[in-house]
């Protein structure tokens, strides 16, 4: 009796282990996504500005030379 109760605990455990591992895995990929968003916003800024500065400079007719 005692080895059949220990497989059905050890099987318990084995689940509930994966359980937290697989919340964990959900809240780390949920950031990853949060990080991604706001790089992607940070690059929109930077390229919008370089799309101005370059405007600017066009205008201006100093271009490289």
Do not use: C
Request: no cysteine; glycine share 10%; net charge positive.
């Amino acid at each position: 009796m005692f080895w059949p109760m220990l497989a059905i605990a050890l099987g318990f455990l084995g689940i509930a282990v994966l359980g937290v591992l697989g919340i964990k895995v959900f809240v780390e990929a949920q950031r990853l996504g949060r990080q991604v968003t706001d790089t992607t916003e940070r690059i929109n800024r930077a390229s919008e500005d370089l799309e101005r500065a370059a405007t600017r400079l066009a205008a201006t007719g100093d271009g490289l030379r």
